[in-house]
């Protein structure tokens, strides 16, 4: 019973404090059941609440099916938890044989799932004749699994990797096999010139392109693409070729590439939650290129997009973003518009306040 | 017994948690340094008795005093009520009777053990008269007179710390932190014994029951300027500073890290008692239909603020979205027309008195008199533009701010209610949730509480605070965030590490 | 009155008169004078008001623009120029921009008239103005007058607006300043001026409303039905309040309509000028004039006093010199100084006194020679008559003595007895002129004038009707009412005995006496009728000169003892008679005598004027 006392604080340098707070929770779940409802199992307590709530409900006087069921979950859950309950209430609504359907003309039976620090509130809501009819009901969160509670608080974390005086057209991490480096690709002197830095922030190299009939542009705009050990940098009107360890000059062809305009912004644009599952997906600051951009992350699926919003200013505009293959985080270009330099950002999420 | 697929599931979750937490977070907790902590309140008690519900006062004693005492249990972020003094509870089958198994091998700071016999006292003194509390040979027995379900979110909540009352008035904890100094605002007053201090300073309990906290200290200034607060936090003057919702965007901004609680403090119209003639209920009712409470929260409050239509926050009951904000111009000036004459707010403003304190609920009184404009109601910001108070303290309206104490939606309806001037009740069986709906939803009907916004706490932490985890209800769980060390302050560094060495205690280590 | 007086009051009527007009005249000019200044000044402040107002207006403008063109403002219509862009981010922007321009009120109004932010009333953002998106040419448009509505009343406020633009959005940028006191403090006004600012932002008058630079004005209450006036016609109009008693007090206000851009009446600017200098001024003026009029009129005094000396004394000498020389003092001179027309007067003066005296004396030696050779006539003549008998007897008695002793005894007693009564018959004239040179000094009492007169009556009735006598009939018409005289009942006894001795002595043949006494005033008339053959002119004329007779016998005193004794009681007596018809002889007595006149002096002059005929008692 006393097993909570096995924990102290002395232990937790060891993990973070919202991990210590996590095993508190696992814990507590399967060994100190905090309330008398004992359920056999956390679906017990839930069928048993959406029975209750059927009750309710089936004894609204002069309600007739069939009903409309509408499903308003929690903003932070997760699908699975949703659908679980769900299908206990259509379960339970049968049970207490109030006929559901999907008919579109059929009156709305609403039910809301909220939240409160300790109970997961069951809201029925429909309208009989004139009158609204709300029946409510609650059970303790502490019987439901820790799995589908709500992510833990996640902040952005902002790194600033790399700064020029020179126009930074991509940044993009890749390997090769060994380390991890960061290649830049920068338009200096009406030339395309390739950087790479180690883990450390340090250059390692710097490669200019040369590339032969490239036409100067006030627009440039470029990406690189790695395939193994060969590197590409697609630049307007011509795509080369070229290698970090090879003294060979890059090889440049015609190739038309076409940055889309405005809507650059790719739709991959998501980080993910080290915290949860969750994904947070990372709006188009947009703006005009003169002004400071906000970025803004919010889960997928919020309702509530306001509250769950982080938002990160950057000191310009943002002028590409380059995902992370696992989405763990993103690189930002921005023109710094106090110094006029251009900045090379790293974003990511981390769990915690 | 629970199921397999539970138990695994916490597991996975435990696991997941271990992984994410190594990879992002390498250092290890540090133990030692001071924390210093800006409240805008210029006095606070650590008192619970001398408490006022719902003020916004007491609410920063409590944060402070949860330092020092402890509660019998907590409520975790996922719902879960955690043992703390307390290690088991039972009820029976009506909710009435509770027994509480008390620690064992607790200690006040002074040294004195926990007994059952000084928790009851210290319970009874800050719950009063709704339990009946008495101790047992190794714990407490709760006896209510109502069904009481929601006794947990009480006792995690509110005032009832466990504390025993000294001789000279002072009161001794259990909890993480001792008070160690407590400097007077102003001289002594007509009550010695009321601690009032300007600044607190707290030392690390070396042996509670829970383990030390991480920090040595934590320093409380209090009275300190919302704005220069942030600036506190900014010159690293502070570690953690209070931030009121119109800087928040300011501080953010600025790149100020800033954590938010769920809406706390519920900010509303109340129409004195006097004015409860059949007649004026029109004009609550047009008042309440005028009111744009959407503007008020994202425009005045700059989205940091959630616009209120019933008395307790979503949050907290869960089925708040229910109520609608109710704005109707046409038919708040279709009410104004039907008036009888004599009706204040017609011919005559009605009085509004701000009764919270600071420029940001002035700002939301003037609004709800702009409002009121639109729909031909005359309604005056009391103080603001004439100094005299001539007109009868019961014949106008109040701007109020409440706090959010209690996480039981019953007690705090019921307290907000009793701080009411007619202090109503609740009837019975109100802690099923659509008894508790049915009946806020009867005051909202009567008009006599407008709710307006709630808003969340903003606490303002500097980037070398870890492991901070408020709750959602504004606990700030001091105990368990640690400070990097600095890299300028070579001293404090060298002292902290000594801390760090020490051996950790663990609860019950000292049986 | 006296010329002295008149003199001096008709020098002192005109210093008082030229006095007055003069401090009139200045006290008007003065206050017209003022009047026009105070006129000038208000309109000079009015001018320097509406320059300042301009210049404020204009400083609002900068500002305004100022904000407009902030790169904070270009942001922001940049910002809200997105689709869903968030207006709330500017919620203290317009607080800011008002602290840094330095402006009381700053509103930024979407391009839809939705108020983004407000400096003054943050409590409205969301509201529209649509007042302000009525108007697309703001940017050409000075300051103008506005109504601010404010949380606690609403103010007067100098506002400009202005838009910024960024592409297609377009954004309001309302700045003001407040009208209040302290932009009357800026206002320089000159001495015993002040500007009071009306805002009329309420329906009715509040005098809270009204302030000079110093803030609410006291008794603002008084300018009702100034305002009032003006909110019925909103019209230049001049007022001019007393705060009390004191004229100095009152002050002339002109107020000047100030208006909002529709037209409406916003404030009311009111110009006071205290009357204290010109009341103060007016009133050093007349003390002044006091002064100065109390100093005329002692100069006046002396200047009158010296030219009525300088005139009058002359003249008051001539009359002097003229009653000595009515009084007897033939030879009376005056002093002549200069040769100015008084000089002239004294000099005729001096010259009629000499003349006067030299034909006094010539007339006194005249009447003297004919006095005397009265006197030695009479005296011959009374003389001649016993001597003539004596002479006769002595030259008998000297023829006797050749007679016989019988003879001449016989003579002898014939002759002494004649001598004895010739001597006799000397004795009683000398007597009679011894008398009247011994006439007495009356004794007044009290007498009454009807009684002496019978008195003297009855002495003669027997002579009146005697035996071989012609009869002599006498008539009285007495005044039984008349008062007792003073006068001494001896004197006037005889001077009536002589009266009715004379008339006797006039009618030989008979006739009527007639008596008559009357009441005239102060006096008592008596008069004595006789029927006698009456009186030539030139006898007339004669009558009272002593010695002087008509009579074969008679000393020719009678008369002048009458004469003598109507002087000494200070009285007249006249005669009037006609040739044939007879004589009436008048006598005036006053009823009393004067202190002085009690112990007469023999020189005293008679009081009346001769008349007619009549000649005047003398010594």
Request: hydrophobic share 40%; proline share 6%; aromatic share 8%.
């Amino acid at each position: 019973m006393d097993s909570s006392s096995e924990f102290s604080r002395h232990n937790r340098w060891v993990y973070p404090g919202f991990l210590g707070l996590f095993l508190l929770i696992g814990l507590f779940a399967a060994i100190n059941p905090p309330r008398t409802f004992v359920f056999a199992d956390s679906d017990a307590a839930l069928k048993e609440t959406a029975r209750r709530l059927a009750e309710r409900v089936a004894a609204i006087p002069g309600l007739h099916g069939p009903l409309r069921f509408e499903w308003h979950p929690q903003g932070n859950w997760a699908e699975g938890e949703g659908t679980r309950w769900q299908d206990s209430l259509r379960d339970a609504f049968d049970r207490r044989a109030l006929q559901l359907s999907d008919e579109a003309g059929a009156p709305a039976l609403a039910v809301y799932a909220a939240e409160t620090p300790s109970e997961v509130v069951l809201t029925a809501k429909t309208h009989v004749g004139d009158r609204d009819e709300v029946r409510i009901v609650a059970l303790p969160r502490s019987l439901l699994p820790p799995a589908e509670l709500r992510v833990a608080p996640v902040r952005l974390k902002r790194q600033l990797l790399y700064e020029s005086s020179d126009r930074i057209l991509d940044a993009a991490w890749f390997s090769d096999g060994e380390e991890t480096y960061l290649a830049i690709l920068l338009y200096k002197n009406f030339d395309v010139v390739a950087v790479r830095l180690d883990p450390m922030g340090q250059i390692q190299q710097t490669l200019p392109l040369n590339v032969a009939g490239l036409k100067p542009t006030r627009d440039p705009h470029g990406e690189l693409v790695f395939h193994g050990s060969q590197s590409s940098a697609r630049l307007w009107g011509k795509t080369c070729d070229f290698s970090w360890n090879s003294a060979v000059e890059a090889k440049c062809r015609t190739e038309k590439f076409n940055m889309p305009g405005d809507s650059a912004w790719p739709a991959d644009a998501v980080l993910t939650s080290p915290c949860g599952d969750a994904n947070w997906t990372i709006s188009d600051p947009g703006g005009e290129p003169t002004a400071r951009a906000v970025l803004r992350l919010a889960p997928d699926g919020a309702t509530q997009s306001s509250s769950a919003t982080l938002t990160s200013e950057f000191p310009g505009p943002v002028l590409n973003f380059s995902p992370e293959q696992n989405s763990g985080g993103a690189l930002l270009m921005v023109r710094n518009l106090s110094t006029g330099n251009y900045e090379v950002y790293k974003i990511s999420l981390a769990c915690g306040d | 017994m629970r199921s397999i697929k539970s138990v695994l599931r916490a597991a996975i979750s435990a696991a997941l948690a271990l992984v994410a937490a190594a990879a992002l977070q390498a250092a290890p907790p540090r133990f030692g340094g001071t924390l210093r902590v800006k409240l805008r309140s210029s006095r606070i008690s650590l008192d619970p008795r001398e408490w006022t519900p719902g003020s916004l006062n007491s609410s920063d004693s409590r944060k402070i005093a949860s330092l020092v005492y402890d509660r019998l249990v907590t409520l975790n972020d996922y719902g879960q009520f955690q043992p703390a003094l307390a290690t088991e509870w039972t009820h029976d089958a009506t909710f009435k009777t509770w027994h509480f198994k008390l620690r064992a091998g607790v200690h006040f700071s002074d040294g004195s053990a926990l007994t059952p016999a000084l928790a009851a006292a210290a319970l009874q003194s800050t719950s009063g008269k709704n339990f009946e509390i008495a101790a047992t040979e190794a714990g407490l027995t709760i006896h209510s007179l109502q069904p009481a379900p929601d006794i947990l979110e009480q006792l995690a909540s509110g005032n009832d710390f466990i504390f025993r009352a000294q001789l000279d008035g002072k009161l001794l904890g259990t909890g993480p932190f001792l008070v160690a100094e407590a400097v007077p605002e102003a001289p002594a007053e007509a009550n010695p014994l009321a601690t009032k201090p300007a600044r607190i300073k707290l030392l690390a309990n070396e042996n509670c029951w829970a383990g030390r906290p991480f920090v040595d200290v934590v320093e409380v200034t209090l009275g300190e300027p919302a704005l220069r607060q942030l600036l506190d936090l900014q010159v690293n003057r502070a570690e953690i500073a209070e931030i009121t919702p119109d800087l928040v965007r300011k501080g953010r901004e600025e790149g100020l890290r800033i954590w938010n609680s769920a809406p706390l403090v519920l900010v509303a119209l109340r129409f004195d008692d006097a004015l409860a003639a059949p007649a004026s209920d029109s004009l609550h009712e047009a008042l309440w239909l005028a009111i744009d409470r959407d503007t008020m929260a994202n425009v005045l409050l700059q989205r940091q603020a959630q616009l209120a239509a019933a008395l307790l926050p979503q949050w907290l009951t869960g089925y708040a979205f229910l109520f609608e904000s109710p704005m109707n111009l046409p038919r708040a000036k279709e009410l104004r027309a039907s008036f009888p004459a004599g009706v204040a707010g017609a011919e005559q403003a009605l009085r509004l008195h701000v009764d919270a304190p600071g420029d940001l609920f002035k700002l939301m009184g003037e609004r709800v008199a702009v409002n009121a404009r639109q729909a031909n109601l005359l309604v005056q910001v009391a103080g603001v533009g004439s100094a005299n108070n001539t007109a009868a303290p019961s014949d106008g309206l109040h701007l109020f701010a409440w706090h959010y104490d209690s996480l039981s939606p019953r007690t705090e309806l019921e307290t907000l209610l009793r701080q009411m001037p007619d202090g109503s009740d609740l009837g019975a069986n109100a802690a099923d949730p659509e008894q508790l709906f049915a009946q806020e939803r009867r005051l909202l009907e009567e008009h006599r509480i407008l709710p307006l916004v709630v808003l969340p706490e903003y606490v303002g932490l500097r980037a070398n605070v870890h492991n901070w985890n408020g709750s959602p209800w504004g606990d700030w769980r001091l105990a368990d965030v640690w400070l990097e060390a600095e890299d300028t302050s070579s001293g404090k560094a060298a002292g902290s590490t000594q801390k760090e060495n020490m051996p950790a205690r663990t609860p019950g280590a000292n049986q | 009155m006296t010329f002295r007086t008149k003199v001096f009051l008709i020098f002192l009527i005109t210093v008082l008169a030229s006095v007055s007009l003069v401090a009139y005249g200045v006290t008007h000019y003065t206050q017209r004078a003022f009047e026009q200044m105070d006129a000038q000044r208000t309109q000079a402040l009015e001018v320097q008001f509406k320059k300042e107002f301009e210049q404020r207006g204009e400083m609002v403008v900068q500002q305004v623009e100022n904000i407009a063109n902030a790169e904070v403002t270009l942001r922001m219509v940049l910002d809200l120029s997105r689709p869903n862009a968030d207006a709330s981010l500017y919620l203290h922007d317009a607080n800011g921009a008002a602290q840094s321009h330095g402006l009381d009120f700053v509103e930024f109004v979407n391009s839809d008239g939705t108020l983004i932010s407000s400096a003054q009333y943050p409590a409205r953002v969301g509201y529209k103005n649509d007042w302000v998106t009525a108007s697309k040419s703001w940017d050409s448009t000075g300051a103008f007058l506005k109504r601010e509505e404010l949380p606690d009343g609403v103010a007067l406020s100098l506002t400009a607006v202005r838009t910024q633009t960024v592409g297609d959005k377009t954004i309001y940028i309302i700045g003001g300043r407040r009208l209040d006191k302290n932009f009357l403090a800026t206002l320089e006004l000159p001495p015993g001026m002040r500007a009071l600012l009306y805002s009329n932002l309420d329906s009715s008058f509040n005098a809270i409303s009204l302030t000079d630079a110093n803030g609410p004005v006291s008794q603002g209450e008084s300018f009702e039905s100034l305002i009032e006036q003006i909110q019925k016609h909103p019209q230049d109009t001049t007022k001019t309040i007393s705060w009390n008693n004191d004229p100095a007090s009152a002050e002339a206000f002109h107020a000047t309509p100030l208006k909002g851009r529709s037209g409406e009446l916003l404030g009311v600017l009111l110009l006071g000028s205290s009357a204290r200098e010109l009341v103060l001024l007016q009133r050093e003026i007349l003390k002044i004039a006091a002064v100065v009029a109390l100093a005329a009129i002692f100069i006046g005094l002396l200047v009158s006093w010296w030219v009525s000396r300088r005139i009058t004394r002359p003249v008051e000498e001539l009359a002097d010199a003229a009653r000595d020389v009515a009084s007897g003092r033939w030879d009376t001179k005056i002093d002549v100084r200069g040769g100015d027309e008084i000089g002239q007067l004294a000099h005729a003066f001096n010259e009629m006194t000499g003349t006067l005296a030299a034909q006094k004396e010539k007339l006194v030696q005249t009447e003297r020679v004919a006095a005397w050779r009265e006197l030695a006539r009479r005296l011959a003549h009374e003389l001649r008559n016993p001597l003539f008998p004596l002479q006769i007897t002595v030259e008998n008695l000297q023829r006797a003595r050749q007679l016989g002793p019988q003879q001449f005894q016989e003579v002898f007693s014939e002759a002494t007895a004649t001598l004895k009564a010739e001597l006799s018959n000397l004795n009683t004239i000398v007597g009679r002129f011894s008398d009247f040179s011994k006439m007495p000094t009356p004794e007044f009492s009290k007498v009454s004038v009807n009684e002496t007169l019978r008195d003297a009556i009855r002495l003669f009735e027997p002579q009146f009707t005697a035996v071989g006598k012609p009869p002599i009939t006498t008539e009285y018409f007495l005044n039984e009412s008349l008062p007792e005289i003073e006068a001494d009942p001896d004197l006037l006894h005889k001077a009536f005995q002589n009266l009715v001795l004379n008339a006797l002595d006039a009618m030989p043949a008979g006739g009527t006496l007639s008596l008559r006494s009357s009441d005239a005033g102060e006096i008592v008339r008596v008069e004595v009728s006789d029927t006698g053959k009456g009186l030539t002119p030139e006898e007339c004329s004669r009558l009272f000169t002593p010695y002087y007779t008509t009579k074969q016998q008679g000393t020719g005193l009678g008369l002048a003892i009458v004469q003598s004794v109507v002087s000494d009681h200070h009285g007249t007596i006249s005669v009037s008679s006609e040739e044939g018809h007879g004589t009436t002889f008048r006598i005036e007595l006053p009823k009393r005598q004067s202190d002085a006149a009690l112990k007469p002096k023999k020189d005293a002059p008679p009081t009346e004027p001769l008349s007619e005929r009549a000649a005047t008692a003398s010594d």
